[in-house]
């Protein structure tokens, strides 16, 4: 028997390699189209921008604001559908007895992550064949805004997911949330535009603080949201603890 | 090496009732030594059995396997109903940690699935399900084969290939087979058990439980 690290790495590869061949593995293009939608809602919102001619934001061009706000809110909001759905969706799998409920959030969160740095990587891309100027505020910053996103994705996606499993009505509302947060995270408008007495309470919205410090890693200039790591910090450890200990909780239950 | 350590099993029924299936059960099969698990219907071999392979939790106690322990022979629950036979198969072998190319030659040519490999299980009759399955299990090589019932699926000629393979198998593999059939622990057993009202009773050698299983057979009858 192998060492129970490598096993988990590999159930999470075979999971993650499952999840790439299923996701659009009906049509032709297959995994592309998970990259087109997720450009598809940036492209939207650049348009709509263009077309009503707002200005673009202090420091910054308008796709690097764009894609900072929704590519966070992404890897955010579809690490917890993901996550609700990953039991019910490979319950089959779970007969395997290395295979438990935390690979299948993790492989999950994984793919989420990876498709929503392609897309990005591939605007970058676009955007400097354009001529477009990006410029790196702040390297350490960035790389630590990348990295904090998935794991507060997972760590809220595993509560809400055991939460699911013992009151199902859950799974309705948790979307309605998430509707309310794609409006108060500053994806398509910045921090500063907001009245304060509403940002004083708006603060605590940490995709709010964290689509902000993205922001400022990636301009020069940016009026910056006075943002908290600390805070973030303690809210995603906590979370994924929270979420590990409820899934462990649940999991009896599950079958 | 499976340890069984202090297992219980209990089902919740209506009316706060409890059913108790397993009680308090702590055993070690060792490799090498095959055994039987005999038990009337309804006696718990199938949660005993689910709870060993590991897809199912014991409401209390721990399992300790240091052994590769294989899911029920001709078990098809851990397919994936829209994926492909193919992608089934790359699956298991990645959690596995076994061969692709190698699994993948030996259950082509032994499943006789054809263009069904790359068609979604839920396509699948029942019986080629049980094939794909059992070839797989034994592509991919246990140290632990657990056997509900027979192993031995589909027609005739079917029967006899898997039984061969089956045998060669076994030559460097331990069975732990739980049925209601006496013939089939004499066949493959150097030891047996009979789970009884939650218990497990182990006894010398194989005849005793056999006659032991028998009594209680009778005494039910």
């Known amino acids: ?255 | 090496m499976i340890e069984l350590d202090h297992i219980s099993k209990r089902y919740q029924l209506v009316n706060g009732r409890q059913k108790i299936v397993l009680d308090d059960i702590s055993h070690t099969f060792h490799e090498g030594t095959s055994v039987g698990i005999l038990g009337l219907n309804g006696a718990g071999k199938s949660t005993l059995m689910r709870i060993i392979c590991g897809t199912e939790p014991p409401t209390e106690g721990r399992v300790r396997r240091t052994s590769r322990v294989s899911w029920p022979i001709g078990f098809s629950g851990g397919l994936h109903k829209s994926l492909t036979g193919r992608e089934n198969m790359r699956f298991t072998c990645r959690i596995y940690g076994a061969d692709i190319k190698k699994v993948t030659d030996f259950v082509e040519d032994f499943s006789e699935l054809g263009i069904y490999m790359d068609m979604p299980i839920r396509t699948y009759s029942s019986g080629m399900r049980a094939r794909l399955a059992f070839g797989l299990s034994m592509a991919i090589g246990f140290d632990f084969y657990l056997i509900d019932e027979g192993y031995a699926v589909g027609d005739a000629s079917f029967r006899s290939k898997s039984e061969k393979v089956f045998q060669e198998r076994k030559a460097n593999a331990t069975c732990l087979v739980i049925t209601h059939s006496t013939s089939l622990v004499q066949k493959t057993c150097d030891k047996a058990a009979v789970l009884e009202n939650g218990k497990l009773l182990f006894f010398e050698t194989v005849n005793e439980a056999l006659a032991y299983y028998k009594e209680m057979w009778s005494a039910r009858k």
Not at chain 1, 3 to 29: D, K, N, S
Not at chain 1, 75 to 97: G, R
Not at chain 1, 180 to 186: T, Y
Request: net charge positive.
């Open chain 1, 1 to 255: 028997m192998d060492p129970a690290p490598i096993v988990q790495w590999r159930v999470i590869y075979a999971l993650m390699m499952r999840e790439v061949h299923t996701i659009y593995g009906t049509t032709r293009l297959g995994y592309l189209w998970a990259l087109v939608h997720t450009m598809w809602h940036i492209c939207i919102f650049w348009g709509i921008r263009t077309v009503m001619g707002v200005r673009a934001p202090h420091g910054m061009h308008i796709l690097i604001f764009l894609l900072v706000g929704f590519g966070t809110f992404h890897v955010f909001s579809k690490s917890i559908n993901k996550c609700m759905s990953a039991v019910s969706a490979n319950k089959a799998l779970l007969t395997f007895p290395q295979v438990t409920p935390v690979d299948l959030m993790i492989s999950r969160v994984i793919i989420v992550w990876c498709t929503e740095m392609t897309a990005g990587f591939l605007f970058v891309c676009i955007g400097l064949l354009c001529g477009i100027p990006i410029y790196l505020n702040d390297i350490g910053g960035l790389l630590a805004f990348l990295l904090l996103t998935p794991l507060l994705g997972l760590g809220v996606g595993m509560i809400c997911a055991s939460l699911a499993v013992l009151f199902p009505t859950l799974e309705q509302i948790i979307p309605m949330g998430l509707r309310i947060m794609f409006f108060v995270s500053g994806l398509f408008f910045s921090a500063t535009r907001i009245p304060s007495d509403i940002l004083k309470y708006l603060w605590y919205n940490p995709i709010l603080q964290i689509i902000e410090w993205g922001r400022y890693c990636l301009s020069r200039g940016y009026p910056v949201l006075n943002y908290s790591l600390p805070y973030l910090i303690v809210l995603t450890v906590s979370s994924l603890c929270l979420g590990l200990l409820f899934e462990r909780y649940v999991r009896r239950r599950l079958k």
